[in-house]
Structure formats: C-alpha cells, structure tokens
Nanobody, 120 residues
Framework: QVQLVESGGGLVQPGGSLRLSCAAS????????MGWYRQAPGKSREVVAG???????SYADSVKGRFSISMDTAKNTVYLQMNSLKPEDTAVYYC??????????????WGQGTLVTASS
C-alpha cells in the first residue's frame, strides 16, 4: 500500500543541476530513513546519499560537496539537489525508504527509478 513516487530526472549538460523528489504515500505511521541510490549501465547499485528521521545525513565520497539530501517530514518527501553534474553521474536513481506502516509493519520500499543523464 505504501508507494514511492520519484520525479525530477532528465537530460542535463555537464555542470548543470537537477533536483530529484521522492514522495511516500499510503498508510504511513513514520519514516525512519530515506535515501538515494543509483545504478549506471554495467555497474552495480551504489549508495548516493541518505538521511534519517533525526536529520543525520551521509554522502558517497564521489558526490560530497555537489549533492545535498533533505527531507520534508510533513510531506513524507525526500529531495536530492544535484549540482555540478558530471557525465559519471549518469544513472538511474532510485529512492528508498524505511517505513513503519499502519497495516504492513516495518517495511522497506523502493521507487521505480528516474533516469539522470549528464551529457553534452
């Protein structure tokens, strides 16, 4: 019943910016953590950034100083602001959430992914 809907992906030139959004909906009691992962062609899925309900954030070394994760608890939405995009950032970005659901208990939910392409 809980769903994550991602948006904001697209084509951008290197050096440009994009802002990804991921909104959780359904029978949610609380969200303990949300994060972003990405998977490039021929590569395994890797962690990009994460944020806990207490506000603690973490970033992959490759995106530190360029990406910023934030959460709007009232909207059950997490954002990923991506600046100074590089071709190596090209990937499908997936949103992930650890959720305490009213009907399903404690679950992990994944979004369907949004494609980010940084190319000239």
């Amino acid at each position: 019943q809980v769903q994550l809907v991602e948006s904001g992906g697209g084509l951008v030139q290197p050096g440009g910016s994009l802002r990804l959004s991921c909104a959780a909906s359904g029978s949610i009691y609380s969200i303990t953590a949300m994060g972003w992962y990405r998977q490039a062609p021929g590569k395994s899925r890797e962690v990009v950034a994460g944020i806990t309900s207490s506000g603690s954030t973490s970033y992959a070394d490759s995106v530190k100083g360029r990406f910023s994760i934030s959460m709007d608890t009232a909207k059950n939405t997490v954002y990923l602001q991506m600046n100074s995009l590089k071709p190596e950032d090209t990937a499908v970005y997936y949103c992930d959430a650890n959720i305490d659901s009213h009907y399903e208990g404690y679950i992990e939910v994944w979004g369907q992914g949004t494609l980010v392409t940084a190319s000239s």
